[in-house]
Every structure is written in structure tokens, then in C-alpha cells.
């Protein structure tokens, strides 16, 4: 069974036979039976990588309606970014298309991995409640490692250290030795047990009171 250029062998039936490969081998035959080959035409799928990575392979070819994968693979100190083309779909550096109906492309990308934050776990500090502001502790501060483990450089947006009582949204930047910014990171600070009023000093509810960070 021979298909012509650009299609593949989908089925072959009748006369009791069986396909192996391209030969189909009837069984005794007794009386005139008819074999039937079906063919599916096959598209072709081609890789490019955009950024330090690669992808493979580069070209293959898929019959209608049929599935096929791509490896994604990253230089040291980049990350997979979600592909484009083929309508397919990423899980971990395995790039899936399924129910392939056209020739298509895809566009591998990847991008220098940004340093992560180590938050700090949800903390109680002590406050001087006879004070209308206060610095913010030490270890309220995230830190965060770049890709080889290293720390990177966090500074706090706005560089305000010292908050009045209340809840306040702190928004941490970081950047590694690349030069390579992080998404920013959000912690929440909120005071208890305490007010401030407009234009006068605090009303204290208690000798002493508490500031809770919490993070997000």
C-alpha cells in the first residue's frame, strides 16, 4: 500500500486481512472480497526559538488530526515563557499539540529568570505606643536569591522608614547582578489597637500596642 506524497496510511481493511507496515496480507480467500486503504494527508509543524533556549525538534510532520510534542530547554539563568503557535498547550519544558488540521509554526521564548523572594513568615513586633512613628523591624524586609542561589538586591519603592500607625501596602523591588528586575512583591503592615486622627497625636487604647505584618 502506497500513499502519494504529503499523506500517510490511516487504514486498510477487508478479505480478512492484515497490515504490517505497507503490506496488507488478505486471508484464504474463498470468494471475491474487496480491500479498502484509507490515507490521511500530513501537516507540517516547524520550530524556532526566540532567546536563549532551544527547541526540538526543529520540523515534523503529523497526520490529520494527530498529536505531537516539542522539548523546551533553557540556557542557565533563563526561563520558559508560554510558546506561541499551533494552538498547543505547555506543562513544565513539554510543548503539546493535539488534533493537528494545518501546517503550522512554533515559537519558542525564553527570558532571563528573575530573582525570587524569600518572604518572611507572618510576624508580631512590639511598639512604643507613646510614639507616633515607627521604623519598620528588620525582619519585616523580604530578601531575595537570583537563579544561582545569590542574593539579590531588594529595596523598598518609595524608600519611606517609618509608618504611622494604620495599614500601609509596601511594595518591595529586586534586582540581580544581571540587572535583571523581579515582579514586584506586596507585604501588608497593619497597627492594632491603636488610632490616629487627623491633624492630632494618636489616641492610645493600650500601654502598649502591637504592629503585625503580614504577607501577600
Known amino acids: 500500500v502506497t500513499p502519494a506524497a504529503g499523506f500517510v496510511i490511516d487504514s486498510v481493511s477487508g478479505c480478512a486481512g492484515t497490515l504490517n507496515g505497507n503490506v496488507f496480507t488478505t486471508g484464504p480467500v474463498n470468494a471475491a472480497c474487496t480491500v479498502d486503504a484509507t490515507f490521511r494527508s500530513l501537516h507540517t509543524i516547524t520550530s524556532s526559538a526566540e532567546g536563549s533556549g532551544t527547541i526540538s525538534p526543529a520540523s ?10 516539542f522539548t523546551l530547554t533553557p540556557d542557565p539563568g533563563f526561563s520558559i515563557l508560554p510558546p506561541t503557535g499551533c494552538g498547543g498547550s505547555v506543562n513544565g519544558n513539554v510543548y503539546s499539540i493535539t488534533n493537528v488540521t494545518a501546517s503550522c509554526a512554533v515559537n519558542a521564548r525564553f527570558a532571563p529568570t528573575p530573582p525570587t523572594f524569600q518572604i518572611p513568615p507572618h510576624a508580631v513586633f512590639e511598639m512604643n505606643s507613646t510614639e507616633l512613628l515607627t521604623a519598620l523591624p528588620a525582619a519585616a524586609r523580604p530578601s531575595a536569591l537570583d537563579y544561582l542561589g545569590s542574593t539579590a538586591t531588594v529595596t523598598l519603592r518609595g524608600g519611606q522608614t517609618r509608618f504611622a500607625p494604620g ?24 497597627v492594632a489597637d491603636r488610632d490616629v486622627r487627623s491633624g492630632i497625636c494618636p489616641s492610645v487604647r493600650a500601654p502598649a500596642t502591637t504592629i503585625r505584618f503580614e504577607s501577600r
Open 167 to 190: 495599614s500601609h501596602t509596601l511594595t518591595w523591588d529586586a534586582v540581580d547582578a544581571r540587572g535583571i528586575p523581579t515582579e514586584n512583591r506586596t507585604n501588608i503592615a497593619g
Open 60 to 69: 515534523v510532520q503529523v497526520p490529520e488530526g494527530g498529536s505531537t510534542s
